[in-house]
T-cell receptor, first 111, second 113 residues
């Protein structure tokens, strides 16, 4: 069964304290790995898609990387506005569109 | 705003009542998805449309759930005889084939009393 596991479940950082979130996956035939940001009471906001091991994508203070078994979301010098739940997802069940999500990492950045 | 929109944003109903949610995708997107999310969990796939055709339904989608996408535009998700276990955030997403990136709406939060 395809699975996505995210760690840690929650992470508290001080403003400016860089860290990484982990997403490990088990899927037969990776068809992409997606990162989303979700604020409380809102829908997920698309951040990145990664398709092959070694690929990297960047957006402001966020950088996503991909290996054959896991992906990392690196947060450099975070600000309080980066506080959110970060979700990763992979297409599963042999499809390109049915996303299986992890439970997310709740990131809190204190000023 | 040209993003995915969902209505209503909140719905409170009594157990046993029927509810219907609407999703308007990004205008040029031909794929539309419904997901359900409960507290502390990631979204779970419910169903998928390509244009007006419903191509897949999850086992999570019991007989009380039905989704439609007439004319390949907006979509509705109906839940009949609601149960307390149906309380969740119902999320709609859309994408433009062949791209796989899905863009989500703000969700409809359902509370069944």
């Amino acid at each position: 069964e395809d699975q996505v596991t995210q760690s840690p479940e929650a992470l508290r950082l001080q403003e400016g304290e860089s860290s990484s979130l982990n997403c490990s996956y088990t899927v037969s035939g990776l068809r992409g790995l997606f990162w989303y940001r979700q604020d409380p009471g809102k829908g997920p906001e698309f951040l990145f898609t990664l398709y092959s091991a070694g690929e990297e994508k960047e957006k402001e203070r966020l950088k996503a990387t991909l290996t054959k078994k896991e992906s990392f979301l690196h947060i450099t010098a975070p600000k309080p506005e980066d506080s959110a739940t970060y979700l990763c997802a992979v297409p599963s069940g042999g499809s390109n569109y049915k996303l299986t999500f992890g439970k997310g990492t709740l990131l809190t950045v204190n000023p | 705003d040209t993003g995915v929109s969902q209505n209503p944003r909140h719905k409170i109903t009594k157990r046993g009542q029927n509810v219907t949610f609407r999703c308007d995708p990004i205008s040029e997107h031909n794929r539309l998805y419904w997901y359900r999310q409960t507290l502390g969990q990631g979204p779970e796939f419910l169903t998928y449309f390509q244009n007006e055709a419903q191509l897949e339904k999850s086992r999570l989608l019991s007989d009380r759930f039905s989704a439609e996408r007439p004319k390949g535009s907006f979509s509705t998700l109906e839940i009949q005889r609601t149960e307390q276990g149906d309380s969740a955030m119902y999320l709609c997403a859309s994408s433009l084939a062949p791209h796989n990136e899905q863009f989500f709406g703000p969700g409809t939060r359902l509370t069944v009393l």
